[in-house]
């Protein structure tokens, strides 16, 4: 699923044009995503015969023009549409309906705080289509009615009927970032199950919700000790379980945040420095053992105080971000990338590819334009690596860096062995 390019549209299904107008404003103005807004069965019929292909969520108003008592939430989750109903009133009645169509959830559209909620949902549906979820459960019920409630999120689901099953599946699937693990199970049970997983998946990689029909403090007590992050007893409410899913995956979410602030650069999202030598010294060093020549390369934007001064720094970091991204697109096959003050250096292990490749994001971005604000202009770049590798990464990046401002001072549009 992760493979294929992911569907970017948002249905809003509304009858009033004031309140889809509002909905979409709040959605377009915190995401990324596109809407599309119907007012009646009939047109909500025609959009998603003809244009739906990109919809991968939709928000309902269940009294609309021809579908008075919700028939419109019915018709789009039978076109395998996830659904959110918005509605101004609630009560037991109400949310009973909700569960039994399987909507994702309701919200009040007088709410701005509601609204809010319903954002962060959207997203999160969105990206769910990138994490593999493993399910351990041998009450063959059980098991379909969790995959079924994961899949209605947008997971992609792999479902193992014991403790053991679940084990190989995440050996074959190391990048799963959710088990959900029941406690009694035959040849490994939950506990033992976790256990095993948290020998090579730590609590901030992959978070375990232990799943159990005993009513016991000792059981919840045992499942946290041994690594599982939360519990949830069976029978669970599906709002229960659907927000404890994704509490965990956002709290997952939130500690690589913290991490990423100290590795990466948040301008371009490569590496910072300071990353870039702690890991690339092993790297390196690892594929001089290997009998390897690891090459350094620095890569610089021309001119970069002058872009600062003529459009400011807007500017300049648009510059960054556009060779970062060219950079990005060529970056098969390098061992390692990073953000510097001055530009960004490569560690690789193939000085012919690394040069080609080089050589091609210089010219893409030679040609290409830059936009900031109501600003447009061109700009170059030069580039060093260093041909016959120093005894280390720091010699070897120093001896790029160095000549890398050498011939920018001479010129621009360069390329220089080091």
């Not at 959605?27 to 025609?46: A, G, Q, Y």
Request: aromatic share 8%; proline share 2%.
């Amino acid at each position: 699923m992760s493979g294929q390019t992911a569907k970017n549209t948002v249905l809003v299904v509304e009858n009033s044009n004031t309140q889809a107008r509002i909905i979409t404003e709040h959605i377009e103005s915190i995401t990324p995503f596109d809407t599309m807004v119907v007012n009646s069965m009939d047109e909500l019929e025609s959009k998603l015969e003809n244009d739906g292909d990109d919809v991968f969520i939709a928000v309902l108003n269940l009294n609309i023009k021809g579908a008075p008592d919700g028939e419109a939430v019915d018709y789009v989750l039978s076109r395998k549409i996830p659904c959110i109903v918005l509605t101004s009133t609630f009560d037991e009645e109400i949310r009973n309906r909700f569960i039994e169509k399987s909507v994702l959830d309701y919200f009040n559209k007088s709410r701005r705080e509601d609204l809010e909620e319903m954002v962060d949902l959207i997203h999160r549906i969105h990206s769910n289509h990138e994490i593999k979820v493993v399910v351990a459960e041998d009450n063959s019920t059980a098991r379909k009615i969790m995959q079924m409630l994961l899949e209605r999120l947008n997971f992609t689901v792999l479902a193992g009927n014991d403790g053991a099953e679940a084990l190989e599946l995440i050996k074959a699937n190391p990048d799963v970032k959710l088990l959900l693990t029941d406690y009694e199970m035959p040849n490994l049970d939950g506990f033992e199950l976790v256990s095993e997983v948290r020998k090579t998946h730590s609590r901030d990689q992959l978070a375990i919700l232990g799943v159990s029909a005993h009513d016991s403090g000792a059981i919840t007590a045992k499942f946290l000790k041994r690594g599982a992050n939360d519990f949830l007893k069976k029978p669970f409410e599906v709002e229960e379980f659907s927000w404890r899913v994704t509490n965990n995956l956002n709290e997952l979410e939130r500690i690589r945040s913290i991490k990423d602030a100290y590795s990466r650069d948040p301008l371009t999202g490569f590496s910072n420095l300071n990353f870039f030598l702690d890991k690339g010294r092993d790297l390196f060093e690892e594929s001089t053992k290997k009998g390897n020549t690891p090459v350094v390369a620095a890569f610089s934007v021309d001119n970069m105080l002058e872009i600062n001064s003529q459009y400011g720094w807007d500017g300049g970091f648009a510059a960054m971000k556009k060779a970062s991204s060219l950079l990005d697109q060529h970056s098969l096959g390098w061992m390692l990338t990073a953000r510097s003050d001055c530009g960004f250096y490569i560690l690789a292990d193939d000085l012919e590819v690394l040069k080609r490749d080089l050589g091609a994001v210089k010219a893409a971005l030679a040609s290409s334009q830059i936009v900031s604000g109501q600003d447009r202009f061109m700009v170059s770049a030069s580039f060093t690596i260093s041909k016959e590798s120093g005894a280390n990464l720091d010699a070897s990046l120093t001896k790029a860096a160095l000549v890398l401002k050498n011939i920018q001072g001479k010129g621009v549009n360069a390329f220089s062995f080091a």
